[in-house]
């Protein structure tokens, strides 16, 4: 292609103050064509995954890292070649996988390119590709002069398109195994090592055929086992979510911590050490409650939304901060404030594959009970999809977390940081219940508020709890309270 150039594009901060993002999938592959706007890749930051757009048209000459990789913010991840005129240096001889810089290449620029070791930063002692290690000075500055001659266009036509990219994805960090994220996850959870894994798939990529194949080689040893030790121990519990190849194969796996689970870990920590949690208890009687959500079910008004319990303890629990503003406030360390806030940001707990994450509700306090339905079931399905963006998962004032769900009763939530409050919701089941002075089966739950004990007293934390307990036992509250 004559008269064109190399475009980089860097790692955007897709959230405030990210640092860093992991490369989940690319979309495309040295040769394709992209448009302005076109998808190329999804990332994974320490909130959500998110779609990164191309912002302009061309032709993708290298991938700078494979997928798996996580890269800090601000470093080139992709270049494409774009036609309309001659770019600077500095922006085609990234595309050239060499140690030094081009001339007129600022100093700085190679610094900024290094590529970042899976979760943890920017390693002292591999701060280049492997490729860039073996590879000679004058090896390099060739391979840099005959990139440069095609893209002038004196190479071969056919081969402009595929040569330069060569080096680039494949020939990435060697020491990690090529494989996609269903097949890492899948490894995962048989607990397979993918480093011992022999690849069948092209280029060396490890398929889900491959991960079967060594659970079944690591297996067959056992097959001649002596009778007084397990053959099979993953047969055993067939119901398990994640099943060990073998007792035998491994004592220990480790997960590297990155992603929403390595943001989660440091905020739970800040957050337990930081504010004092108080908890409290209250065991309710919500068969009225049950009876009502299937009322609503059968409403014309909520045709097609998500109506369940948790819609009702979510409106309980706004109800009850209605009448209790103070308990939706937030302490201000450095100016040493109480803020209340005078809107309510619900924060729902969400279990997704990639961790917990918290996304909340904008402004629920003025939204109906439908409107309240309606986000609730967009919150949901979307956290399911992976596709929760970072500013709903930002700005929560209260948050409800529902480990009934999973069939527990109750539990101790530590809060979401810079929040007063957590309303967590156990398991609803029958129980025997003394109704109307007699001994009968009604559906009960309990619920704890843990909040924070420098703003929030025991008095104000019970009126919140008590008031949504009230609610839940007699929704006719809803009416007159609301």
């Excluded at 269903?182 to 993918?194: F, Q």
């Excluded at 060990?244 to 796996?253: F, G, K, L, Q």
């Excluded at 929760?388 to 101790?412: L, R």
Aim: hydrophobic fraction near 45%; charged fraction near 20%; charge should be neutral.
């Amino acid at each position: 292609m004559t008269n064109a150039s190399v475009r980089e594009f860097k790692m955007p901060d897709v959230g405030e103050g990210l640092t860093e993002a992991e490369i989940l999938k690319w979309y495309v592959q040295p040769g394709d064509t992209v448009t302005d706007g076109q998808v190329v890749c999804e990332v994974e930051t320490a909130k959500a995954a998110v779609e990164l757009p191309i912002p302009y048209d061309g032709v993708v000459r290298s991938l700078h890292f494979p997928e798996g990789t996580t890269v800090d913010v601000g470093t080139s991840i992709i270049a494409v070649e774009v036609a309309g005129g001659a770019a600077p240096a500095q922006q085609e001889a990234p595309a050239v996988p060499a140690p030094a810089a081009e001339p007129g290449q600022p100093a700085e620029q190679p610094a900024a390119r290094q590529p970042v070791l899976v979760g943890y930063g920017v390693a002292t002692s591999s701060t280049r590709r492997r490729p860039r290690k073996q590879a000679p000075d004058t090896a390099a500055r060739q391979a840099a002069s005959a990139v440069q001659s095609e893209l002038n266009g004196h190479g071969a036509a056919p081969a402009a398109p595929v040569t330069p990219p060569a080096p680039a994805v494949p020939a990435a960090p060697a020491q990690r195994p090529l494989a996609k994220p269903p097949v890492r996850k899948l490894a995962k959870d048989l607990g397979v090592d993918l480093a011992t894994v022999t690849p069948t798939g092209p280029d060396g990529v490890i398929t889900r055929e491959d991960v079967h194949a060594a659970v079944a080689a690591a297996q067959a040893p056992q097959q001649a086992a002596p009778a007084d030790r397990p053959a099979a121990p993953a047969a055993s519990a067939p119901d398990r979510p994640t099943a060990p190849v073998s007792y035998d194969s491994a004592r220990e796996t480790r997960v590297p911590v990155k992603g929403v689970r390595k943001a989660t870990a440091a905020a739970m920590v800040g957050s337990a050490f930081t504010a004092p949690h108080v908890t409290e208890f209250v065991t309710v009687d919500v068969t009225r409650t049950m009876k009502l959500v299937e009322e609503l079910k059968q409403d014309k008004e909520f045709a097609g939304l998500r109506v369940n319990p948790l819609l009702l303890i979510a409106k309980a629990l706004l109800v009850a901060i209605r009448r209790n503003p103070d308990i939706n406030a937030s302490w201000d360390e450095a100016a040493q404030e109480i803020v209340v806030k005078h809107y309510v940001n619900l924060g729902i707990a969400a279990a997704t594959p990639r961790g917990l994450i918290v996304p909340n509700i904008k402004d629920a306090h003025a939204k109906t009970l439908p409107e309240l339905a309606a986000s609730l079931g967009e919150l949901v399905s979307t956290a399911r999809e992976g596709k929760t963006s970072p500013s709903a998962m930002q700005g929560g004032t209260v948050t409800i977390t529902n480990v009934g769900v999973f069939g527990v009763d109750t539990g101790t939530p530590l809060l979401n940081p810079g929040e007063s409050a957590i309303l967590a919701v156990g398991a609803i089941k029958p129980q025997p219940w003394v109704h109307k002075g007699k001994v009968k089966p009604r559906q009960v739950t309990t619920l704890a508020l843990s909040f924070d004990h420098r703003l929030v007293d025991g008095e104000l934390g019970s009126k919140v709890l008590a008031d949504v307990a009230a609610v839940l036992e007699q929704p006719k509250r809803l009416i007159t309270w609301a």
